[in-house]
């Protein structure tokens, strides 16, 4: 019997059930017989699936390869184990979103197009993010505040966040975040999509005239590429991502928010 790797959202519950199946079909087979085979000691295989230690990402890949995984499979495994591994909010909704667009199963809170519409404006996101700045209690001439926007436009804004379940209203009037992990999805193009990332590149174009080298990274490069390799890029693309916001998970203290956007797209013409 095959196990799908897939079908798990803990990689110590995958390695345990593979042990399971093994021993089933082969009465002999052991954890030390698995251990051998992953190249691991037996001590180090079972504090892994008790939870007591954490597998590295090299041996992470090392056993993938080993059980014989494919390509999205060796990633997801890898995600688990990074997700298992961290603790830090920031860089576990990251991981989660990148486990959904492997295995769109997992549980994840996923907004239609029609809710995206709702806060398609970059603000939206942003709020979302000012939760995670020391310092700053969240209500609407909070947020007016931090992102020079009118008041009643950020109260809108609030009001949105919460009928969407995203943040929620205390007593005293201010605002918490609700903890979940975004995903927006749509297998055709959105004119909600495509607006928000237009006001990011925006943003982006008022930066350079109005941030220092020391507040703001712009660069570029022009290069020949072979679509075929699209996805190998899109990796590199999201990996970036991940370790910016590793980075951020790590810091102590944070004033700021800071938004990142990547363009990857064709110059020349498109075949006909």
């Known amino acids: 019997m095959l196990v799908m790797i897939l079908e798990h959202e803990n990689y ?3 390695l345990k059930q593979v042990l399971s199946t093994r021993q089933n079909t082969n009465p002999s087979y ?4 698995m251990a051998k085979q992953l190249k691991m000691a037996p001590s180090l295989l079972s504090d892994v699936c008790t939870g007591k230690r954490h597998l590295s990402q090299l041996k992470a890949l090392d056993v993938a390869k080993t059980l014989g995984m494919n390509d999205s499979e060796r990633d997801y495994f ?62 609407k001439q909070t947020v007016a505040k931090q992102f020079d926007l009118p ?19 205390n007593e005293d009037g ?44 712009v660069g570029s490069e022009t290069f020949s590429f072979n679509p075929a390799d699209f996805k190998k890029a899109n990796a590199i693309l999201e990996n970036c991502f991940t370790q910016l ?12 928010v800071y938004h990142a956007g990547i363009q990857f797209f064709r110059l020349t013409r498109k075949p006909s």
């Open 12 to 14: 110590r519950s995958y």
């Open 30 to 33: 052991s954890l030390r017989s």
């Open 78 to 139: 890898c995600l688990l184990v990074q997700l298992d591994a961290t603790e830090a909010p920031e860089l576990k909704e990251l991981l989660q979103r990148q486990l959904y667009r492997i295995n769109s199963q997992k549980p994840v809170r996923d907004l239609s197009v029609d809710q995206f519409r709702a806060i398609s404006e970059w603000y939206h996101l942003a709020i979302l993010q000012l939760f995670a700045v020391d310092g700053i209690v969240i209500n």
């Open 151 to 169: 008041v009643a436009e950020c109260e809108q804004a609030l009001e949105r966040l919460q009928r969407l379940d995203l943040i929620e209203k």
């Open 174 to 217: 201010n605002y918490r975040r609700l903890e979940h992990t975004i995903q927006v999805s749509s297998k055709t193009p959105s004119e909600a999509l495509r607006k928000y990332h237009r006001q990011t590149m925006a943003k982006a174009s008022e930066a350079l005239d109005t941030q220092t080298n020391d507040e703001r990274f």
């Open 245 to 256: 916001i590793a980075l951020s998970s790590q810091q102590k203290r944070k004033s700021q």
